[in-house]
């Protein structure tokens, strides 16, 4: 059974808009942070925004103003709002959540921007 389901990349064009969903499974609990992390290629993982379970939120000044993360705690599931699209967001993005039980990771779903 995989705990972390993503969904939700594909292609989209410049300017265009993408909504990412990660659900976690409910074997995972006491949930501290959810985050997305994306990696192009040739280049490392890097981390996108992150919220806790309180709610407060920080992301990364190359997408900041563009992309939003939120979450709903009942459903175990953190998005991310990505607007404003640029070719340079090009990457498999990854969820990963971090919880008293252990820190797990997506597979990841590939978001390509092209015209």
């Known amino acids: 059974q995989e705990q972390l389901v993503e969904s939700g990349g594909g292609l989209v064009q410049p300017g265009g808009s993408l909504r990412l969903s990660c659900a976690a499974s409910?074997?995972?609990?006491?949930?501290?942070?959810m985050a997305w992390y994306r990696q192009a290629p040739g280049k490392q993982r890097e981390l996108v925004a992150v919220?806790?379970?309180?709610?407060?939120?920080n992301t990364a000044d190359s997408v900041k103003g563009r992309f939003t993360i939120s979450r709903d705690n009942a459903k175990n599931t953190v998005y991310l709002q990505m607007n404003s699209l640029k070719p340079e967001d090009t990457a498999v993005y990854y969820c990963?959540?971090?919880?008293?039980?252990?820190?797990?990771w997506g597979r990841g779903t590939q978001v390509t921007v092209s015209s």
């Open positions: 990963n959540v971090n919880s008293v039980v252990g820190l797990y």
């Open positions: 409910r074997s995972i609990f006491n949930i501290i942070a």
């Open positions: 919220i806790t379970s309180g709610g407060s939120t």
